[in-house]
């Protein structure tokens, strides 16, 4: 039988019925998902498309929508395309063999292409779909993904050859031709003479010449900005990230920042932010290339940086068991204190903590009745689909995956089987997890303000109060503030990494007792309101910070943040579907010029 082509839903439906052979019915099956992923797909590529399009366009809503939208577009086709298979074929659910014959003639049909693994990942997550009931573990890790290249096409980058020292024209020529906006900008000579001055001086503190600037040859999109992202090559072979972060206005686009430290690129992309949307096709050799601009940065995230979320999922996991591999450890309960609602843990030198819920929390639970399982996840499972302006860590989730039992420390198993038996259980010789939550490796808050010299903890207070803003500012309330719900990145950036507590921001009741005098008996009014309370004053002690002088450091730098007036205002802002403003690099990244502004 001859391969369909562009089959329809109808098409598919009166074909297989006709179909009496198994075989046709495995052809007739592979053609209707290929041409669906291939719908998929093309719709995937246009978003950054969309994306700059907003930018210029200032429409920043629409960026905000668009990144839920690529998000949600992968499961919104598995979910349908599951289900529909359910209803055509009833018991495809419990005919492996249709299943493996399945994927094994969809993958000669894809093997050739270039997004294949992204082909074969949907394919995948079709069948999770079909088994999602089942106690039936699917291998995330060892179908035939295509390997991460660090050889560049020549649409990837663009070289610029230097003699020493960047000159402005230099600069104005990659703003014009990177990636060609729509929009003129404000004052396109002004920002490459500061950009151009910042490049040299940094050339000058490391007394070496500059040979090349290399730029990724398109535009990364998220929320309000856009970034041109690259190397400066030094002629002692060094490298420093080059970064220009572009902003909107009613006046034309301008330079509003130059990120050079390869600590804030590592912070700017990191995967607590919203995705970006990258106007390439070429995202293995942009995941390696952002690689090697930050070393330190596990290969996986990269992917699910520009959106590839699914063949990070596989990166991530292959990252997983080669390090727990290599270390010769095993997997055991993560540092701190213990979770009262997850079970967290981790290898010995990992990139990556990983948790799963408990059945029940502990008796340090604080919120009442425990809503249960499903719900936590759903919190989780939300963060990842959300702006989460980069200071919430974002989750991978597995679902039915199976890992080696040798992987684990005993004490570690038998938690997870005891205290997680709703959703871990022993199989052979395999833990099968029914999901599993990993995130990027943090220290907690506490224990890392224990140890930490003064200037360490005046940074980390400063991001733990823009960490705070910024998640209210998406519209997310952690109503849970104690200091164990937060960690600190190699780089000494603060991120909520506990959701079992959040809340939407315009939800949330804010009130006050600093208008009541001491000694008034009367209990005040808010107390008998349904739903969320918030008082401000009250989110110093909330933290339980240990150290006075530590909360000290943190009500000189964000006094803001314990007045009802800050969070009013706020809230008034995204009951306008407004998109108010974040800090995504510190202030010392920006360029200041007279008349500079939004």
Known sequence: MALAIGLNQEQFTFRMVGASRREDRIRITADWIL??????????????YQAKTAFEQQHHSTSIWL????????????????????????????????????????WRMIEPRYESDVAYAFMHSIRRMVYRDEWKPVEYSTFGFAESSDKYPVELLRQFPVEGQVSPALIEQILKLIPEFAQQYRDISGDSAAITWRINRLAGRRGANIETLEMIDAGFYRNRGAYLVGKIKFDNNS?????????????????????????????????TLANFHVTTSYYHELSAYLHSLMPHRALGLNYSTIGYNHVGKVAVINELKHEVATTGGVLDTAIGEAGTVAIGFAGPQSAYNLKVIRNHPTKGYKWGEFEGIDSVKEKYSRVHEINRTGSMLDNIIYFNIALERNLFAESLLEELLQEASETVTLQRDMIVFKYLIVQPRMTPLPVFLENAAEREVRIVIESLGDCIKNNAAANIFNKDLDARNYGVSHFLKVYLYDYDALEVMVDVKIRSNTDRFDGEEDIPDWYFEDGVIFLPEEIEAGLCIRDREQRQIFREMHGDLLRTQYWEELQTELSQDLVPAIKVYPDTCKLQRAGQGE
Request: proline fraction near 3%; aromatic fraction near 14%.
């Open 35 to 48: 041409m669906q992923f291939d719908e998929f797909y093309s719709e995937f590529l246009r978003v950054p």
């Open 67 to 106: 990144s839920r939208h690529r998000l949600s577009l992968y499961s919104s086709y598995i979910h349908r395309m599951g289900a529909y298979l359910q209803a055509i074929q009833p018991n495809i659910s419990v005919d492996a063999s249709f299943l493996n014959q399945l994927e094994e003639h969809f």
């Open 239 to 271: 490298y420093a990230p080059l970064i220009m972060a572009l902003l909107n206005s009613s006046g034309g686009i301008y330079c509003d920042a130059v990120i050079l430290d390869q600590h804030l690129a590592h912070n700017l992309f990191s995967s």
